[in-house]
């Protein structure tokens, strides 16, 4: 196992690590002034407030990851944590706001001066460019910038694996070709994008949705210099418009970023830049990387999924003032992939919901408060679309498995005595390989045999995210995380269940699910103007997905984060699922 412990060790970390949360909480629930915490500035001191206030440049801020990034490329990359980091050296029109928690959620103007300005019938959005915008060579950057930017998403032959929304918005028929193949001499032949002088950009979108703006300011909203473009090779050196550079980047090994000395302050009120230089060290060696982020050879986690089962006790029992319990937006689970046999038959999967022990995923994840609640929708609670329904019982029987259940819908499905199929986990997500074992086990008690295939998360989009690597391989399930791109419904839930956002590589709809209902329901609630009516679609949604056991959630993410007593400006924010908010941090030198 990636962790080296044997199981009976984990749960035992986990056990400690949840003994230590309930007495420290039981003490005063976290407050800066217990003994405990006289070592940081305390125990979830940077979960609605900012943690350690500072103005001071300099000093070298220092990552450490698991888990590369899966691209550096603004128009490829689809995890969060990179969404996170690539605001030092990508911009965008649009972005949240840097403050502590939920005000995170408010979109600001970044290279635009502020939100756009919205035509009446919600189809027309206008942009004003910021001043003194500038590329690391430090020629202006202008409107064509940002379109050839977005335009670089309909080269899905080329750049693969980011969202698609902006392609689905502005061409729902597909019909612009991307700007290798475009035709026209500066290769700015979008229709739906205009430039009409370098400080003004207009989109034109063929029918009104309300989360446009969301999805200007992900990545693939930001700017590329056309003749900086190196298309699929772009990843290997982005060229900047923020306030950092890449100095050297070595896949799987780490990252340099240093000062961009073309970048103005006076064009950017949001980022500090308070490092001189950030350092990225990728290692697979998650309980080390642990070790040195307690013993201050690094400041931070890249990835932010929280620290491994050991990492935990030492950190809680030692360090508590350095750590914060994080609730994120992410939820855990399995999808069912419905091309392979025989998951097609809706009661083979649900015999996968009825033996799963929801309680024993739970413990192998660390416990309810270092693991999270046990999931009974397929969306999180913050999120428009939850509810409570529970078709499975699952809450109800605090998820515990339902053994006759499972059995007599093997039998409806025709595989009385159960079946073999193969689910895939990351070996450098921490727990995830546990957990697929500990589900390998529960399911054999029904006769369903589990091959766990570990695989590097790093290449999970052209792995799970290609419906014939899949198929090749023999999987059944795989077993992942999801969070929002951003705060509704949409946001959330369509990359994973519209059939229309199926791509044969950087998919995200594992379960390859193909349902005309589904479609039609994310429809009706994007065009919906009436948040509550949007929010009873979504809960439709979510029913019929339970109810077809499309996609089994088991888990909603909470994860122990640690923060170095070195930096400056730490606080979590929600618009990047709870994750420390990178682009503001400093660090004492």
């Avoid at 290692?283 to 050879?297: F, P, T, V």
């Avoid at 606080?571 to 004492?588: E, F, M």
Wanted: hydrophobic residues 30%.
């Amino acid at each position: 196992m990636p962790t080296g412990f044997p199981k009976r060790r984990l749960a035992a970390g986990a056990a400690l690590v949840v003994a230590a949360l309930v007495t420290t909480t039981a003490c005063g629930g976290g407050d800066s002034d217990s003994d405990s915490d006289s070592k940081g500035a305390g125990y979830n001191a940077a979960l609605d407030k900012v943690v350690n206030a500072s103005t001071k440049t300099g000093g070298t801020l220092k990552f450490v990851g698991k888990q590369d990034f899966d691209s550096l490329d603004p128009q490829r990359t689809y995890y969060g944590m990179t969404w996170d980091f690539m605001r030092f050296f990508t911009r965008t029109l649009v972005t949240y706001d840097t403050k502590p928690g939920e005000a995170s959620n408010k979109l600001v103007g970044d290279l635009a001066t502020g939100p756009g300005e919205v035509s009446p019938d919600g189809k027309t959005y206008t942009y004003k460019l910021r001043d003194g915008l500038t590329w690391e060579d430090g020629s202006a950057l202008t409107s064509k910038d940002i379109k050839y930017g977005i335009e670089r998403i309909w080269a899905t032959d080329v750049i693969t694996g980011g969202p698609a929304y902006i392609k689905q918005t502005l061409d729902p028929k597909g019909e612009y070709k991307g700007p290798y193949k475009d035709k026209s001499a500066d290769k700015l032949g979008l229709k739906a994008i205009e430039t009409p002088d370098d400080k003004t950009i207009v989109f034109k979108l063929p029918k009104p949705n309300g989360d446009f703006e969301q999805f200007l300011a992900m990545p693939t909203g930001a700017p590329v210099k056309q003749s900086a473009d190196t298309g699929a090779k772009y990843t290997q050196k982005p060229f900047s418009s923020g306030p950092y550079k890449v100095q050297s980047y070595k896949a799987n090994k780490g990252l340099t970023l240093v000062r961009n000395d073309k970048w103005k302050k006076s064009s950017d009120p949001l980022r500090p830049a308070l490092p001189d230089k950030i350092t990225v060290t990728i290692s697979a060696n998650l309980e080390e990387n642990d070790k040195r982020l307690m013993e201050g050879d690094y400041d931070l986690d890249v990835n932010g999924t929280g620290m491994t089962q050991s990492g935990r006790v030492t950190a809680v029992q030692d360090h508590r003032g350095d750590v914060d319990n994080i609730q994120t937006s992410f939820v855990r689970y399995v999808a069912l992939v419905h091309t392979a046999k025989p998951l097609d038959d809706v009661n083979c999967r649900k015999a996968v919901f009825y033996a799963t022990d929801f309680a024993g995923l739970q413990q192998t994840r660390g416990g309810e408060l270092a693991g999270g609640e046990i999931a009974n929708s397929t969306f999180p609670k913050a999120i428009p679309g939850y509810s409570d329904y529970d078709p499975y019982g699952v809450l109800a029987r605090k998820g515990k498995p339902d053994v006759a259940k499972a059995k007599a819908a093997l039998k409806e499905c025709g595989q009385p005595n159960g079946f073999s199929t193969k689910i895939s986990a990351r070996n450098n997500n921490p727990g995830e390989v546990d957990t697929a074992e500990a589900l390998q086990e529960q399911l054999a008690k029904v006769g369903i045999k589990l091959q766990v295939d570990p695989i590097d998360g790093a290449e999970s989009s052209s792995i799970t995210g290609s419906p014939k690597v899949v198929k090749e391989r023999g999987y059944g399930m795989t077993m992942s995380g999801w969070g929002p791109d951003f705060p509704t419904g949409q946001g959330y839930a369509q990359p994973l269940f519209d059939s229309r956002f199926l791509f044969e590589s950087g998919n995200y709809n594992e379960s390859q699910i193909k349902d005309p209902a589904i479609d039609k329901i994310f429809d009706d609630a994007i065009a919906s103007t009436d948040p509550a009516k949007a929010e009873e679609l979504y809960k439709q949604l979510d029913k019929r997905l339970l109810d077809q056991a499309d996609w089994m959630p088991f888990i909603y993410e909470k994860n122990i984060s640690w923060r170095s007593p070195k930096l400056t400006n730490v606080y979590s924010s929600a618009a990047y699922n709870g994750r420390y908010d990178y682009v503001s941090l400093g660090v004492v030198k």
